[in-house]
Nanobody
Framework: QVHLEESGGGVVQAGGSLRLSCLVS????????MGWFRQAPGKERDELAE????????WHADSVKGRFTISRDTAKNTLYLQMDNLQPEDTAVYSC?????????????WGQGTQVTVSS
């Protein structure tokens, strides 16, 4: 049974920072990947970053590269998204997701999401 639970969202002023966390419970899985997504009202869901849980290699979308950083702490079973220099256009619901096969396309499990609101 896979369970993902995000935390760390909130309201921040433009230029500020937040760190999102995703507690990962996947006791029967090995060699999976984790990703962060966001969806703003009226817009499609965008993938922001991905990381290999076992190996740590990562990818970031051009739209957030240099401002957002994905990481994980395997000892704490926690995925992170460090977000710096936040702007009002970053306002969205942010979700973590798990891909049961690292390197494959598509995600199989999703968290419930956490709201991030950036005020100008």
């Amino acid at each position: 049974q896979v369970h993902l639970e995000e935390s760390g969202g909130g309201v921040v002023q433009a230029g500020g920072s937040l760190r999102l966390s995703c507690l990962v419970s996947a006791p029967t899985l090995n060699n999976f990947a984790m990703g962060w997504f966001r969806q703003a009202p009226g817009k499609e869901r965008d993938e922001l970053a991905e990381i290999s849980w076992n190996y740590g290699n990562s990818w970031h979308a051009d739209s957030v590269k240099g401002r957002f950083t994905i990481s994980r702490d395997t000892a704490k079973n926690t995925l992170y998204l460090q977000m710096d220099n936040l702007q009002p256009e970053d306002t969205a619901v942010y979700s973590c997701a798990l891909n049961v096969h690292d390197g494959a396309t598509g995600y199989d499990y999703w968290g419930q999401g956490t709201q991030v609101t950036v005020s100008s």
